[in-house]
């Protein structure tokens, strides 16, 4: 399951076309407007909006969670209908487990440094764990249960109510992503003080594999098996 950020007001479904006809092959089929909880067909001209979601994920039913500042919306999985917001202080990097049905969503913009966690089974908020430090990305591993929290000079592994740091990493965490064939872990981080970027391949033993040097700071990392 990928994870991407959505640096935009709303949240667009767009739908690919089997037609030959292209380029574009898709269209904006519906636009989820979260001040209003309204659903519009096709696109809407941006408009200013103190809502700005950081990130989705997609549960096996497929609805949409959605992380937008303080609260985490639900959307249908068929026309965008809101069908839940769930108040969590702070929402912004998110990832599923589909074998607990749970959704932990991480906040870790100052004053909050915290993971909530959401059952997909009533969409409600369990329980919120407060950290030490401020969670900068998050990724659950279907290989082992493991929950991956990346901070700003770590990576580290959620147990219950805690938070183990298990690697030291160069720079602030932006974006983690999990192997689901073979454990590994890619993360991207982010070092300002230095201008540079960099990609982990890091052993599911949290061992660094390899690091790659960007001359640009990453955003999202993720893993397609195509």
């Not at 913009?109 to 950290?131: K, Q």
């Amino acid at each position: 399951m990928g994870i991407y950020s959505i640096p935009l007001f709303f949240i667009l479904l767009v739908s690919l076309s089997s037609s030959c006809l292209s380029p574009p092959i898709g269209y904006v089929k519906y636009t989820v407007d979260l001040g209003n909880f309204t659903v519009v067909q096709g696109s809407l001209a941006n408009i200013f909006s103190q809502i700005s979601p950081s990130e989705l994920i997609q549960d096996s039913q497929g609805r949409v969670f959605v992380a937008a500042v303080g609260s985490v919306y639900v959307l249908g999985p068929y026309d965008g209908k809101i069908l839940r917001q769930i108040n969590v202080s702070g929402a912004e990097y998110m990832t599923y487990d589909p074998n607990q049905s749970l959704i932990y969503v991480a906040s870790g913009t100052l004053p909050n440094m915290s993971i909530s966690v959401i059952s997909d089974e009533t969409l409600t908020l369990l329980r919120t764990v407060g950290l030490n430090v401020s969670p900068t990305g998050i990724v659950y591993d279907q290989r082992n249960g493991e929950i991956y929290v990346g901070f700003p000079g770590g990576l580290g592994e959620l147990r219950g109510n805690e938070l183990s740091p298990s690697l030291r990493v160069d720079g602030v965490v932006t974006s983690i992503a999990v192997n689901p064939l073979d454990g590994d872990i890619y993360v991207t981080t982010l070092n300002f003080s230095e201008n540079q970027g960099y990609l982990y391949s890091i052993s599911p033993e949290l061992t660094v594999n390899r690091v790659v040097e960007l001359n640009t700071f990453p955003n999202v990392v993720t893993f397609w098996n195509g």
